[in-house]
């Protein structure tokens, strides 16, 4: 029996971190959504005015048998700038902040440890930004930002900005695609 589980990220805009994720062997299912905020429900107009407090995250559905929580931060690291405070790239606002929601004290615990590891390993030049929160007000984004790079290949930010990152993450994860 598969060993299922969740996890939650931001890392900037969700159609990026959506399409690397979907890509990954174990990955189930990616959902873009928002999180941390204190709005019931938001809709993604009200996340822009930078006003409910939520982040555009990924909920991941995963086989832990296949890919592990620690795999998932490894990548989550490797794919966004988790230095810079509120913004990735030209995408500016607290829905863009990097962070991790746990599901559980493992969750936390581990990735509070590959931050560590991370810092102490001087990994990045400016130290790491990442929140480390427990997951709250969780809610999926309206279906036109599901699958978005999939739906919209054509989308001038797609070709500028997903496409690169998921091309990236392709050359630099190779062994671990689906």
């Excluded at 030049?125 to 990442?130: C, R």
């Excluded at 929140?131 to 070709?159: R, S």
Aim: hydrophobic share 30%; with cysteine; glycine share 6%.
């Amino acid at each position: 029996m598969a060993d299922i589980q969740t996890a939650t990220f931001g890392g900037g805009c969700f159609w990026c971190t959506e399409a690397v994720f979907l890509e990954l062997r174990g990955v189930q299912s990616v959902t873009s959504g928002y999180a941390g905020g204190h709005v019931a429900n938001p809709t993604y107009e009200q996340v822009c005015t930078k006003t409910t407090g939520h982040a555009e995250v990924i909920q991941i559905t995963y086989d832990a048998d296949e890919v592990s929580y620690e795999d998932l931060l490894e990548i989550f690291f490797q794919t966004h700038d988790p230095t810079t405070k509120d913004r990735q790239g030209n995408d500016v606002g607290p829905q863009y902040r990097s962070a991790i929601f746990y599901h559980s004290p493992q969750q936390q615990e581990t990735a509070e440890a590959f931050i560590q590891k991370l810092t102490e390993a001087g990994t990045f030049a400016d130290p790491i930004v990442t929140e480390v929160t427990e997951i709250n007000n969780y809610y999926p984004a309206e279906n036109y930002h599901q699958d978005y790079l999939a739906n919209n290949p054509g989308n001038p930010y797609c070709a500028m900005v997903v496409r690169p990152k998921v091309d990236k993450f392709r050359k630099q994860f190779a062994d671990r695609l689906k």
